[in-house]
T-cell receptor
Framework: GAGVSQTPSNKVTEKGKYVELRCDPISGHTALYWYRQSLGQGPEFLIYFQGTGAADDSGLPNDRFFAVRPEGSVSTLKIQRTERGDSAVYLC???????????FGPGTRLTVL | GENVEQHPSTLSVQEGDSAVIKCTYSDSASNYFPWYKQELGKRPQLIIDIRSNVGEKKDQRIAVTLNKTAKHFSLHITETQPEDSAVYFCAASIIGGSQGNLIFGKGTKLSVKP
């Protein structure tokens, strides 16, 4: 079956711009996670959704970052006033429930010039 | 919060040899420990995981051991093959309840020489 998908695969933007990154989880998966991976590092947790609600947003670095999952399926990560330090690969993962293994998407490579 | 340390950062072995990667964690409440393999430019893929109610789990050439008292767990790959070359990440998590996010180590770059 279809795995987790993310769009776009690459995004280049200028400092100060707004970007949206999309995640389509595996159908039926109630838990959805966003991570950020910098070069040579492990993924770093950003936010976790259980259904439509953000169960844990403690990993969001500041208030420029926001994520939604309005219908409990697709999620959008939104970054306002992008900074060069935001450049990274943004990974989305989903699991059947919070008790199950997480399946990762291919990521969106964000480059802020 | 949880902190996961992973060693070594790079590991080079000859094809057919074994490879061992070790991780320690800090939060005794962590109860789920997956290992992910990530090839260059690809997504992390789960290769094996272990929960805190068991001490060892094996799947063909891959095994993971967990020592809850010492708060460390290890990945063992036997009879390594060139296609095992990748970056391996360990992670720890508290599953059940309001959490579930993975805390990752910094990764081990494994190179298997033919």
């Amino acid at each position: 079956g279809a795995g987790v998908s993310q769009t776009p695969s690459n995004k280049v933007t200028e400092k100060g711009k707004y970007v949206e990154l999309r995640c389509d989880p595996i159908s039926g998966h109630t838990a959805l996670y966003w991570y950020r991976q910098s070069l040579g590092q492990g993924p770093e947790f950003l936010i976790y959704f259980q259904g439509t609600g953000a169960a844990d947003d403690s990993g969001l670095p500041n208030d420029r970052f926001f994520a939604v999952r309005p219908e409990g399926s697709v999620s959008t990560l939104k970054i306002q006033r992008t900074e060069r330090g935001d450049s990274a690969v943004y990974l989305c993962a989903s699991s059947l429930s919070s008790l199950d293994e997480q399946f990762f998407g291919p990521g969106t490579r964000l480059t802020v010039l | 919060g949880e902190n996961v340390e992973q060693h070594p950062s790079t590991l080079s072995v000859q094809e057919g040899d074994s490879a061992v990667i070790k991780c320690t964690y800090s939060d005794s409440a962590s109860n789920y420990f997956p290992w992910y393999k990530q090839e260059l430019g690809k997504r992390p893929q789960l290769i094996i995981d272990i929960r805190s109610n068991v001490g060892e789990k094996k799947d063909q050439r891959i095994a993971v051991t967990l020592n809850k008292t010492a708060k460390h767990f290890s990945l063992h790959i036997t009879e390594t093959q060139p296609e095992d070359s990748a970056v391996y990440f360990c992670a720890a998590s508290i599953i059940g309840g309001s959490q579930g996010n993975l805390i990752f180590g910094k990764g081990t770059k494994l190179s298997v020489k033919p």
